[in-house]
């Protein structure tokens, strides 16, 4: 389940509270409703329960590793589209799928050819937390010129975000401000978070 052992462990014995998301994702992998492993409430088995198919919009691609720019893709009739499951904890976000390109994330399980599963990150309701995998945007000129990318956020003492690559690749080791403090005309704001990652073979 991509979950630690000690971490599992205490999530079974009681020695420490569960996530919502986490109790989805056991949920899943058990076949149980996640209200019953929280609370015990309801039927336990999954029943009806099930992840929901559609298809989603493929938008540009995204870069794990430098910036990638991209133009205003995000409308036409010709725009391609994925057959995914959508991830019921943002029912009422936009979802959809990036291609990775790099492999500044490769450390976390994200490699050039994957297709990222994105949930939009202001139509969330979601706070910003540390280990996040989350699609940042960088606009410059203006808006003129956007660029993605995808990172991993660390939230600081006090509020300030970092947004770090996570590679096995020694090229990619500097982290991204998401407030960079040096009188530039760059806004980087986190426009997506990671639901799952879909790997072709």
Do not use: C
């Not at 205490?10 to 989805?24: D, F």
Request: glycine share 12%.
């Amino acid at each position: 389940m991509g979950v630690g052992v000690s971490t599992y462990v205490q999530h079974e014995n009681g020695g420490r509270g569960i996530p919502a998301g986490r109790a989805l994702q056991y949920g899943r992998f058990f076949g149980v409703r996640p209200e019953w492993l929280l609370y015990g409430r309801g039927e336990m088995n999954a029943g009806q329960w099930a992840p929901q198919l559609t298809m989603l919009p493929v938008l540009a691609r995204i870069q794990a590793g430098a910036w990638l720019a991209v133009d205003d893709y995000d409308q036409g009739p010709e725009q391609p589209t994925m057959s995914a499951a959508l991830d019921p904890r943002y029912p009422h976000a936009p979802q959809y799928l990036r291609e990775v390109q790099g492999d500044s994330m490769n450390a976390r399980g994200i490699f050039p050819g994957d297709f990222a599963h994105i949930a939009d990150f202001a139509e969330s309701g979601a706070n910003l937390n540390t280990g996040m995998v989350v699609e940042v945007t960088r606009t410059r000129d203006g808006g003129a010129l956007r660029e993605i990318t995808l990172k991993e956020a660390e939230v600081l003492p006090g509020g300030a975000v970092i947004l770090w690559p996570r590679s096995t690749n020694p090229r990619w080791k500097d982290p991204v401000p998401l407030d960079p403090d040096d009188g530039s005309e760059v806004e980087v704001r986190v426009t997506g978070i990671l639901l799952s990652v879909i790997r072709r073979f």
